[in-house]
């Protein structure tokens, strides 16, 4: 199940929910296919004015960023390169879809490989 996190700060996050959720769910379709639209889980976590800083000082003011985690198997393919690159593309126009054009060049995008093996779900290794 591919994980998106957007973290925004609150105040500009609110009243986006339901774009940002069709969009970043739409950012991973376009790279996995269709079938995988009903598997893709999006966090959104407002940060609250103060709780956001960048050199030591609070900012009033930040480009969301986006935190995509999959199966660490993924970067070993042949096509990881294009892959990644899809992805960040894909996750970028995304949100400056929300938040405008203007953030672009500020949005950061991680991709987290996370090994099948040190993942668990209804309390069970996934292996």
Known sequence: MPHV???????E????EPRLIEHLTDAVVSVYGEWSRSAV???L???PTGRWARGGVAV???APS????MRE???ARDDAARVVAQLVTAFTDAVTAVFGDACRDEVLV???GQPTSRSGLGGKVIG
């Open 5 to 11: 996190t957007l973290y925004a700060l609150e105040e």
């Open 60 to 62: 009033s003011a930040a």
């Open 73 to 75: 198997e993924v970067f």
């Open 41 to 43: 889980d999006v966090r």
């Open 13 to 16: 996050l609110t009243g986006h």
């Open 110 to 112: 991680e991709l987290i």
């Open 66 to 69: 986006v935190t995509f985690g």
């Open 45 to 47: 976590i407002g940060i």
